[in-house]
């Protein structure tokens, strides 16, 4: 623990939950002249996914995904946190590994980083131990940020207060491959149409092609191996962009070979003439270029069959796992119902919530909703009214999400609510500019207006931030 140095005035703000979220926030707090204490159980209480006891441990996958900020919505995220003096995404930046378009990191390196910012500033204070229960009464500003695996006392108490039943679905991890044990006489190195991206070569994945019968084989092992199982949890849905390989291909024998193994924009150069059927590829895991993840291949398949199935795909039938793939179970709040604009809890305006415990998904989104938590509780603590990112931005996108943007019933109130991730779907309509006498269409036109959300975008995240005046934007 290391004691904060508190000549602030105020009294703290405590955060619950240091995963990247609860980190975020604790920064942005801390960043704004707010003392801090942040609250994290581990080690004092391990969960089912978590292996360490570092800040912002990565669980899941190591990547961050596209970092195209003027094309993709997550990229467009990434660049507005950054704008914006994110913790998470300077940790990022300074532990990245090659991934194509991509930004993936080293997760040692990456945990590692934000822990010793998070330990090092003298306005936080670490506190591991678990807050059971609701937090206590004197604390006066509070954000939640346990993530999908929330202590059962903790969710229990918000259960009571609120009256509402949480959601829940399992969310999949996938297994990581020792790149010594992978042969690549069979497989080679290539991004999907040798697309570069920052920190990449063009040649960043791995990938192992399949003809029809191996393709076929291994859609049969798939289904017939034996999975885990959890009784009480059989009937929870799955999120949909997070499936385990095996409920994929239950969906349909060619469901694979049009999601994680498309074989599009690769070129085996061991055999140039074949067209492959299928492809698995594999994404750099650690900065040493020793580890190396199965893109999409989250999974609850057994250990054994893992093994057993896994090693059926060429190039792997040697594979050795440094780790193989898990299941556990994700809890949200209907935050529609239960949170105001600002993320605090209706039934307890103290409490604030971030993260995937809010309803969003994926890592950059699970920091993105914990660093606007963070600047709502501590212009409130400044005595400020919480200044909310427009609708036209990535944050403002996000947000509205999570507080309102979805379907609801007249007389019945929101519905519907599920996590998802930051997409351009969620983005105010715009036109897109013409030039005289030219007509777009197909791609150019869909590239066209992901330009001009994303400009338009950056442009009012300028304004928000204080960084350009208002009248730059509109222009």
């Known amino acids: 623990m290391v004691p904060a140095m508190t000549n602030s005035t105020h009294a703290p703000i405590h955060v619950i939950g240091g995963g990247l979220a609860g980190s975020e926030a ?20 391990r969960t089912d996914a978590h292996g360490t006891d570092k800040l912002a441990e990565l669980v899941c996958s190591n990547s961050f995904r596209s970092d195209d900020h003027t094309q993709n919505a997550v990229g467009l995220l990434h ?13 990022a930046d300074r532990n ?42 004197d604390w006066q500003s509070v ?14 108490a918000v259960r009571g207060l609120t009256g509402a039943e949480s959601l829940a679905f399992f969310d999949a991890i996938a297994p990581i491959v020792h790149f010594d044990s992978i042969d690549m006489s069979k497989a080679w190195f290539q991004s999907r149409y040798d697309k570069t991206g920052p920190g990449g070569t063009g040649a960043d994945y791995i990938n192992c ?26 009937s929870t849905p799955y999120f949909d962009g997070c499936l385990p390989i095996e409920v994929m291909a239950e969906r349909g024998r060619e469901t694979l070979r049009h999601g994680p193994m498309k074989p599009v924009g690769l070129t085996n150069p061991n055999d140039p003439t074949v067209k492959a059927h299928a ?71 103290r409490l604030r919530f971030a993260g995937q415990i809010t309803g969003c998904e994926g890592y950059v ?31 403002g996108a996000l947000l509205g999400h999570i507080t309102g943007g979805h379907l609801s019933v007249e007389g019945e109130g929101p519905r519907s609510f599920q996590p998802m991730n930051v997409n351009f779907g969620l983005f105010p309509p715009i036109e897109v500019p013409r030039e005289p006498g030219k007509r777009l269409r197909g791609p150019e036109k869909a590239a066209a207006k992901k330009r001009a959300l994303t400009g338009r975008a950056l442009a009012d995240a300028d304004v928000w931030l204080g960084r350009a005046p208002a009248r730059d934007a509109a222009e």
């Open 96 to 137: 990245q590994v090659p991934a194509g378009g991509a930004l993936a990191v080293d997760r040692e390196g990456f945990a590692e980083a934000v822990t010793a910012a998070i330990e090092a500033h003298p306005l936080i204070t670490v506190d591991r131990r678990e807050v059971a229960g609701l937090p206590p009464s």
């Open 209 to 234: 092609p399949m003809n029809r019968d191996e393709y076929e084989a291994f859609i049969d092992a798939l289904i017939a191996g034996e999975k885990t199982t959890f009784k009480e949890w059989e």
């Open 143 to 156: 954000i939640v940020a346990t993530g999908p695996l929330t202590s059962p006392a903790l969710a229990e």
């Open 365 to 395: 989104e699970s920091a993105a909703i914990g660093l606007l938590a963070g600047r709502f509780a501590a212009a409130e603590r400044h005595g400020e009214a919480p200044l909310l990112p427009p609708p036209t931005t990535a944050f």
């Open 79 to 91: 660049e507005e946190m950054r704008r914006a003096g994110s913790l998470i995404m300077a940790s």
């Open 26 to 45: 604790a920064f942005q707090i801390a960043e704004a002249g707010i003392p801090v204490v942040l609250h994290e159980m581990r080690p004092e209480r």
């Open 279 to 349: 492809i698995v590829q594999l994404r750099q895991d650690n900065a040493l270029g020793t580890l190396y993840n199965m893109v999409g291949f989250q999974t609850k398949l057994k250990y054994a069959e893992q093994v057993r199935v896994f090693r059926m795909i060429p190039g792997l039938e040697g594979a050795e796992f440094a780790r193989l793939g898990g299941l556990h179970r994700n809890t949200y709040l209907d935050s529609p119902r239960l949170l105001d604009g600002a993320l605090r809890l209706k039934a307890d305006p």
